[in-house]
C-alpha cells in the first residue's frame, strides 16, 4: 500500500508560479513511477508530467519550458514546479504512483490562476 499527500495548491495571476508536492508513505520501495495528472469539470483527466525513481522526467508538450518535474528521496517527495501559469493550467492536480501493477492516487489540490 501506498498513500499520497499533495499540498502546495492555490490562486495565482497568469504568470504567476506554485511549486506542487507530493509526499509519500507505505511501500514506497516498490514505486517506480510517479506522476502529475490535472482534471476540469466535464473532461477527463489529463497527464502532465512523470518522474522515474531513477529520477528520469516527462512532461507533455503543453507545459514543457513552463513545468518542471523533480524528486528529493529523502523527502520521499515529488514535486511539480509550475511557472508562467496561464487561466488553462486551473484544474485540481493529482499525484499517481505505481506500485508492482497498482495505481495510488492523491486527493488532489486545487490550481486555480486568475487572468
Known amino acids: 500500500q501506498v498513500q499520497l499527500v499533495e499540498s502546495g495548491g492555490g490562486l495565482v495571476q497568469a504568470g504567476g508560479f506554485l511549486r506542487l508536492s507530493c509526499v509519500a508513505s507505505?511501500?514506497?520501495?516498490?514505486?517506480?513511477?510517479t506522476a502529475w495528472y490535472r482534471q476540469t469539470p466535464g473532461k477527463q483527466r489529463e497527464l502532465v508530467a512523470t518522474?522515474?525513481?531513477?529520477?528520469?522526467?516527462n512532461l507533455v508538450e503543453s507545459v514543457k519550458g513552463r513545468f518542471t518535474i523533480s524528486r528529493d528521496n529523502s523527502k520521499n517527495t515529488v514535486y511539480l514546479q509550475m511557472n508562467s501559469l496561464k487561466p488553462e493550467d486551473t484544474a485540481v492536480y493529482y499525484c499517481?504512483?505505481?506500485?508492482?501493477?497498482?495505481?495510488?492516487w492523491g486527493q488532489g489540490t486545487q490550481v486555480t490562476v486568475s487572468s
Open positions: 499517481a504512483a505505481n506500485a508492482l501493477g497498482y495505481e495510488y
Open positions: 518522474i522515474t525513481t531513477g529520477g528520469r522526467p
Open positions: 507505505g511501500s514506497i520501495f516498490t514505486i517506480y513511477l
